[in-house]
């Protein structure tokens, strides 16, 4: 992997390589997202920084894909890209943006997903799903589908109380399964 002065690329390299020794599950965290206040300067800072937010995310994340690739390890592998929001669609009055619950992206690869397509979309502003709205529960639902888990699968708190990993009524994404 490309990951010469990117903490993000060595991230997704270490991962790769706990997945190709058998670790089920790995999580990497890009950091820097929380753009609250002063936008336009974060973008004047970052303006010809190669390890910018975007392009750091964007080379790591098509570098881990085609790495799992040619390793023979991307049919088997989940690869999951999101945050648990998404920001503001207008400036707020620091030049910043906000958290956004309302709409926000999430890139899923490998693992048996039907990939090369775009499922749903937003209004103009990025402020609303437009067509298809895919709930938390719905991408939960799918990702646990994809794993080999059933989304009504109950577990038990530790009084006894029997919980499911989905809410009822979500909905598996048929379009990436």
């Not at 190709?20 to 206040?37: L, M």
Request: glycine share 10%.
């Amino acid at each position: 992997l490309d990951s010469e002065n990117n903490n993000f690329g060595q991230s997704c390299l270490l991962a790769r390589r706990q997945v190709e020794r058998g670790v089920p599950f790995v999580t990497v965290n890009s950091n820097g997202w929380d753009t609250h206040q002063d936008i336009i300067q974060l973008k004047a800072r970052h303006a010809k920084d190669k390890n910018a937010l975007l392009p750091s995310l964007d080379r790591a994340f098509a570098t881990l894909i085609r790495d799992l690739s040619d390793r023979g390890m991307l049919d088997e592998t989940l690869v999951v890209v999101m945050g648990e929001f998404g920001r503001t669609p207008k400036i707020n009055s620091n030049a910043g943006r906000d958290h956004w619950p309302n709409c926000f992206s999430v890139a899923l690869a490998g693992g048996g997903i039907q990939g090369g397509q775009v499922v749903g979309s937003s209004d103009a502003l990025g402020e609303f799903p437009k067509e298809r709205p895919i709930t938390p529960s719905d991408l939960a639902a799918t990702i646990y589908t994809l794993l080999g888990i059933d989304p009504a699968t109950e577990l038990q708190t530790p009084d006894g109380r029997p919980v499911r990993v989905t809410p009822n009524g979500s909905k598996i994404v048929s379009e990436l399964v």
